[in-house]
């Protein structure tokens, strides 16, 4: 997918994508994000009535985690691993309420094109985003 030449730095990007996360800046999380992503998540399942978790397009990625932001005020991502293949890097973290989270990204060359949040074990709300 990446031009010739292309080198993600996979480290540098999870820095910057966790560094935007962390001060809730749905702007520069999205600026590393293609017009036309596609993005899966239980978590858009779980809170965006009738979704099927499947977000098309930067506009509906936006709309998702502003809507998102604003049930998890305290959200906050510590990267505990970066992995790289190609094309693809996956950041694993850890949210606030202390739940293992890996995001799968590919790209095409400095963009995401398909994204993929996945979580690890049961919770029913891993990123806590239902009222207690």
Known sequence: MSPAGHHLDGPAF?????AAWNAHDVE?????????VVFTSPIARQLLDG???????????RDYWT???GLIPDL?????GVYAG????????RNQRGNIVCEVLAFDGPLVVVGHGTYLGADADP???EPA
């Open 127 to 129: 990123a806590g985003a």
């Open 51 to 61: 979704s099927d978790g499947v977000l098309r397009g930067k506009a509906a990625l």
């Open 14 to 18: 999870a820095k910057a994508w966790a």
């Open 67 to 69: 809507h998102a932001l």
């Open 76 to 80: 906050r991502f510590e990267v505990l």
């Open 86 to 93: 190609v094309d693809v890097l996956v950041i694993n973290y």
């Open 28 to 36: 520069a999380v999205l600026a590393h994000f293609a017009d036309d």
